[in-house]
């Protein structure tokens, strides 16, 4: 099954700045604007990569859930592509 | 001109990122996929020589480059979800911009981009098989400027990037990535510029898996060994699949260059895995 909604989402996490930022502030309202299953929101809500990683997801991806984390928000990841 | 020089060079972000907080940021990110995983993590000191030893590669693969004099640097590399995303992912992608910007950190990249080079490849594709995705916007990344922070720190000539698939699957065979590079050497054997290509990446390496920190050294060695024995085309028979066992599917853009050069023998090699994530690997072919 495709999780390209789920994907999509990661992906905006990193390279939409106001996509993280209204993540900061409301997630649930963010995770709406996707079509995304109850499993994969949970997965999403856990921020553990490796449960995005058993939902298909790529093993890159998954670590930008991280960024939501508060010790990994200053990390130099999110200032490098 | 035939090409004047070819290198491969690996383009693993904790090259260029400051040893000490931000090799630990790198590290703890990564190690969150494998919280138990097989990380050695390096002391300070242990970054720092890495970091040298990293310097003096660098070091040798830009003399072997301004040595030959080349007017344009072709950069195969993969992207890593900046340009591409499932909506749209192009086996092989040439650049067809008229300039061409990134950002790592604190340092900022921006050359001209050989369109004309990059248009003259695309069409010599066409005319043998070889259909190129192409475009003219592109934002460079670390795929590419962690090198040409070594390599080409000032924009005295452009750049041309090629992308090669090697991120998501599916991703193209190693024989394709090698008959891209040829048909890429005969596209440099017409132009009247003198032509270089760099290919980045690698080399083993499990970024986003639990196997992050795994180096499968040996593999490693057994490729550098054969580009130094110059039978690369011999690697054409392996699969992706043998490839990404390895943590080697970035091998692929090497492949484009092992095309290009054909039966020459590496004229330099160095290799040292960084007990983080990545072996770091760095050919080079002197040709003229």
């Known amino acids: 099954m495709s999780c390209y909604d789920l994907s999509r989402l990661l992906f905006d996490l990193k390279m939409n700045e106001s996509t993280y930022q209204r993540s900061l502030s409301d997630f ?54 | 001109m035939p090409l004047v020089s070819a290198l491969c060079a690996s383009h693993a972000p904790n090259i260029l990122l400051e040893p000490g907080r931000e090799w630990d940021d790198f590290m703890d990110l990564h190690y969150s996929m494998a919280p138990s995983g097989t990380a050695r993590r390096p002391t300070f000191e242990q970054q720092k020589k890495l970091r040298q030893d990293a310097e003096a590669a660098f070091a040798a693969l830009r003399a072997d480059l301004e040595q030959a004099k080349p007017d344009v640097l072709i950069v195969v590399a993969n992207d890593q979800f900046v340009n591409f995303f499932w909506n749209n992912i192009p086996t092989f992608f040439v650049t067809t911009a008229d300039e061409v ?88 054997d017409q132009s009247s510029e003198r032509v270089a290509i760099l290919a980045t990446g690698g080399l083993s390496h499990f970024p986003g898996s639990p196997h992050i920190g795994e180096i499968d050294e040996s593999f490693d060695h057994q490729l550098l060994d054969v580009m130094r024995q110059g039978k690369g085309k011999s690697l054409v028979d392996y699969s992706v699949q043998d490839l990404l066992q390895a943590g080697d599917t970035e091998f692929l853009n090497w492949m484009v260059v092992v095309g290009a050069i054909g039966d020459a023998k590496a004229t330099y090699t160095g290799y040292m895995p960084d007990f983080v994530a990545t072996g770091w690997g760095f050919v080079s072919w002197k040709l003229v």
């Open chain 1, 28 to 81: 649930e309202a963010v995770m709406a604007d996707y079509d995304l299953s109850a499993e994969e929101k949970d997965a999403l809500r856990s921020g553990d990569p490796r449960k995005l990683r058993q939902l298909g997801v790529h093993g890159m991806l998954c670590l930008y859930i991280k960024r939501l984390s508060p010790q990994f928000r200053d990390n130099i990841y999110w200032a490098q592509k």
């Open chain 2, 101 to 188: 910007k990134g950002q790592f950190t604190r340092h900022k990249f921006h050359y001209k981009n050989h369109k004309e080079l990059g248009k003259a490849i695309v069409r010599a594709g066409m005319e043998r098989g070889i259909d190129f995705s192409y475009g003219e916007h592109i934002e460079l990344q670390h795929t590419q400027t962690v090198p040409l922070y070594f390599l080409l720190p000032k924009p005295t000539i452009p750049i041309l990037p090629v992308y090669v698939n090697t991120w998501v699957d599916p991703a193209p065979s190693p024989r394709r990535c090698y008959q891209v590079g040829e048909l890429i050497r005969a596209a440099a």
